[in-house]
T-cell receptor, first 112, second 118 residues
Framework: SQQGEEDPQALSIQEGENATMNCSYK?????LQWYRQNSGRGLVHLIL?????REKHSGRLRVTLDTSKKSSSLLITASRAADTASYFC????????????FGKGITLSVRP | GAGVSQTPSNKVTEKGKYVELRCDPI?????LYWYRQSLGQGPEFLIY????????DSGLPNDRFFAVRPEGSVSTLKIQRTERGDSAVYLC????????????????FGPGTRLTVL
């Protein structure tokens, strides 16, 4: 079963604009991770935020976590055409042996 | 260092055949995970190894699926009597530690094996 629900399902923006993607989940978690996937193959780990953290930055990425609302957002600033990919949030649920539960993903298209 | 590798990258087989998919995790990673991803969906958990033992196999869909990790490194996912519904990308991931409650569970994924059952 899939826990995370990303929103929107698809996003199309112009190069240079910011992209905001949201994820909601249902259970308590140890951490939440965001991944990128190109062409339906390997997943690239972007960022991990722990349940006791509220915000984290990595380069052009900013992730927030609100455990009271069971939601997270991923912001990509100054987007580039190379950011075009599918993005997934994945939760490491408390007591779940560290397996990740993924959402269905968001398709981001960045127009040059 | 080298990342997670998976072989073969593509596998086409006929309904009813047996297949083996291999995963080489990052050296030193004790935890290994198998996931399955169908078209348009996110990956779904199949099985998790901590060392040589399967710590959680709750995601295996039925008894046609089996996985081993005999020496705590390389893992093989085995599918018997394949069905067309088994067609998917099978992803392997490894992490430094998957112990319950350990919050730095960054999982590093391999490129996947695309299985097509005709």
């Amino acid at each position: 079963s899939q826990q995370g629900e990303e929103d929107p399902q698809a996003l199309s923006i112009q190069e240079g604009e910011n992209a905001t993607m949201n994820c909601s989940y249902k259970t308590s978690i140890n951490n939440l991770q965001w991944y990128r996937q190109n062409s339906g193959r390997g997943l690239v780990h972007l960022i991990l935020i722990r349940s006791n953290e509220r915000e984290k930055h990595s380069g052009r990425l900013r992730v927030t976590l609100d455990t009271s609302k069971k939601s997270s957002s991923l912001l990509i600033t100054a987007s580039r055409a190379a950011d075009t990919a599918s993005y997934f949030c994945a939760t490491d649920e408390t007591g779940a042996n560290s397996k990740l539960t993924f959402g269905k993903g968001i398709t981001l298209s960045v127009r040059p | 260092g080298a990342g997670v590798s998976q072989t073969p990258s593509n596998k086409v087989t006929e309904k009813g055949k047996y297949v083996e998919l291999r995963c080489d995790p990052i050296s030193g990673h004790t935890a290994l995970y198998w996931y399955r991803q169908s078209l348009g969906q996110g990956p779904e958990f199949l099985i998790y190894f901590q060392g040589t033992g399967a710590a959680d196999d709750s995601g295996l869909p039925n008894d046609r699926f089996f996985a081993v990790r005999p020496e705590g490194s390389v893992s093989t996912l085995k599918i018997q009597r394949t069905e067309r519904g088994d067609s998917a990308v099978y992803l392997c991931a490894s992490s430094f530690s998957g112990e319950r409650g350990f919050s730095y569970n960054e999982q590093f994924f391999g490129p996947g094996t695309r299985l097509t059952v005709l």
